[in-house]
């Protein structure tokens, strides 16, 4: 069983930055895959960005070039950076892991 916990969602004008944080209470070096997937209002969710054990990344079009994914393995922890931020990137992002273990996700609004 793997517990997920995220932080650092909030508030932020459009252009601006957050860092979203997942603590897993694994190892995440063992864990096959980290994600953050989102979902706005009325939408369904959506695949954010992915990092796999062996470091390979893979984003949304809509994110390239704005977000990156990191982890620190001595902190079991996978990062968000989101720079350049959006009104349409406002949803609650959810971190979630291989094995289909899931968040209680976090909210990221952008607006003026």
């Known amino acids: 069983q793997v517990q997920l916990a995220e932080s650092g969602g909030g508030l932020v004008q459009p252009g601006g930055s957050l860092r979203l944080s997942c603590t897993a209470s694994?190892?995440?070096?063992?864990?096959?895959?980290m994600a953050w997937y989102r979902q706005a209002p009325g939408k369904e969710r959506e695949l954010v960005a992915a990092l796999t054990r062996f470091g390979r990344t893979n984003y949304a079009d809509s994110v390239k070039g704005r977000f990156t994914i990191s982890r620190d393995n001595a902190k079991n922890t996978v990062y968000l950076q989101m720079n350049n931020l959006k009104n349409e990137d406002t949803a609650v992002y959810y971190c979630?892991?291989?094995?289909?273990?899931w968040g209680q996700g976090t909210q990221v609004t952008v607006s003026s």
């Open positions: 694994a190892r995440i070096f063992t864990i096959g895959t």
């Open positions: 979630a892991s291989s094995g289909d273990y």
